[in-house]
């Protein structure tokens, strides 16, 4: 059946590029089995990783709790990390540490990259970029989707109201804001939402019974144009993903809701969309003051503890959902642009600092806590600030690598001018 039912899985606001740019012509395919996917969650604003994975070795924990007379967690608040001794989780992060506890899941510490920068439009865009300093301004995303071929319609997407850097390059990459919006008319002639959306935004009357709009000039009249004019009726299929499945529940929140939306798009296989990678936001980590409530650093309403928790449920709720089969194929990846410094200032928060972590969410994760030997707190950098011992990029290559099967040649265009060192929390 032609021009039933659009998609129903992209947003009202994939308006910034056509989705019809290219087809590939394979999978990424680890090994030639299925298709291997990833998910990037930033973190902006740069996360107290002190706060996050906290250091509980006797010397360690002294240290930390007197740079952080108010900020700091006694031992019994933290959760514990299954074959950890050195570190334990920020409560807030329970969620999470029960799948680092089953071995699906890492957290890794001391990261950041040479020549460091504490502004936040700096460092986010060397992540994005993966070339600090550099001044390249396509994404490490796109470039991986440059250098790769897959089967999918929309192979990568950005969920979201903002355009991240690490989308930006020549393949056009969609933003979405609002799954479930995207339909155009159906056989009554009823228009879809988007059409709707369209209509009232630029003033346009829509066709009545026909899925095509014309005249308009411009790329999202062009990308429904596009779609409507293709046989869409395998697409059908594709209403049965908006279930959420094993018991999963998301938080009701802005996260929580994107997150559920992710999954949907992450369980469509290659015959049909063929989503590889998506990228998202996750705000409000500048804790320069009141990053705790008055209940202190435990109390839910305080500004880390609710992000924290807020990002743990998000996951653990899409793990859950995604279910272990489907996991096999998928890796989470959390990153911020940097961490905070060690002591706390005079507003009950944390300033911008150097050593930040990320967490990586896969089925062949190797130990729950990575990131080569811990710098500690007796060697701060600059006199206020965690050092650090791995390179970011070592962390993106590791995941391109080992989960989606990438070559070093291929890698070295995507993260160009980097030497990888081994961080192996994959296996």
């Known amino acids: 059946m032609r021009r039933r039912t659009l998609l129903k899985l992209l947003g009202a606001g994939a308006v910034a590029h056509p989705l019809m740019a290219g087809t590939a012509v394979r999978g990424r395919r680890k090994g030639g089995g299925a298709l291997k996917k990833m998910v990037v969650i930033f973190l902006r604003g740069g996360n107290d990783a002190l706060n ?3 250091p509980v070795d006797a010397g360690q924990f002294g240290m930390y709790t007197s740079m952080r007379p108010t900020l700091a967690f006694t031992q019994p608040q933290l959760a514990n990390i299954t074959g950890s001794s050195f570190f334990a989780a920020n409560p807030a992060l329970q969620p999470i540490v029960n799948i680092a506890n089953a071995g699906n899941l890492a957290f890794v510490h001391s990261v950041s990259y040479p020549g460091y920068d504490r502004s936040h439009f700096e460092s986010e865009s060397y992540y994005e970029t993966s070339v600090p300093g550099n001044g390249l301004l396509d994404g490490w995303l796109n470039r991986y989707l440059q250098n790769t071929s897959g089967p999918g319609l929309v ?6 109201w903002n355009q991240p850097q690490s989308v930006l390059g020549p393949i056009p990459i969609p933003i979405s804001t609002n799954f479930g919006n995207i339909a155009v008319a159906d056989d009554t002639g009823a228009p879809g939402p988007l059409t709707t959306l369209l209509q009232d935004t630029y003033g346009l009357a829509p066709t009545p019974g ?4 014309y005249t308009t000039g411009t790329q999202i009249f062009d990308m429904i144009a596009g779609f409507a004019n ?9 209403a049965s993903l908006v279930h959420i499945e094993n018991g999963a529940v998301y938080p009701n929140t802005s996260l929580g809701d994107r997150m559920m939306h992710v999954a949907q798009m992450m369980k469509d296989d290659a015959e049909f969309i063929g989503v590889e990678l998506a990228t998202l936001d996750h705000g409000g980590f500048d804790t320069h003051s009141q990053q705790i409530s008055g209940g ?16 743990a449920q998000s996951m ?3 793990y859950t959902d995604m279910g272990p089969t489907r996991m096999n194929d998928i890796c989470l990846m959390v990153v911020s642009e940097f961490g905070r410094q060690v ?18 969410m896969s089925n062949n994760i190797s130990t729950p806590v990575s990131g080569n030997s811990w710098p500690g707190l007796s060697n701060i950098l600059h006199g206020d600030s965690l050092n650090w011992n791995v390179d970011f990029r070592d962390i993106y290559w590791e995941v391109l690598s080992r989960h989606m099967g990438l070559d070093n040649t291929t890698l070295s265009t995507i993260i160009p001018g980097h030497t ?7 296996v």
Do not use: C, K, W
């Not at 202190?296 to 990002?311: E, K, S, V, Y």
């Open 210 to 213: 026909n899925d095509s709009i």
């Open 316 to 318: 653990a709720a899409f």
């Open 296 to 311: 202190g650093p435990t109390d839910p309403a305080g500004q880390h503890f609710r992000i924290l928790n807020d990002l």
């Open 52 to 54: 996050t994975l906290v």
């Open 230 to 238: 293709r046989d869409l009726g395998e697409y059908e299929n594709l």
């Open 420 to 426: 990888y060192t081994p961080v192996n929390f994959m």
């Open 343 to 360: 002591e706390q200032n005079d507003s009950s928060g944390t300033d911008h600092g150097v050593g930040g972590m990320a967490i990586v």
């Open 155 to 160: 192979r990568g997407i950005a969920v979201g």
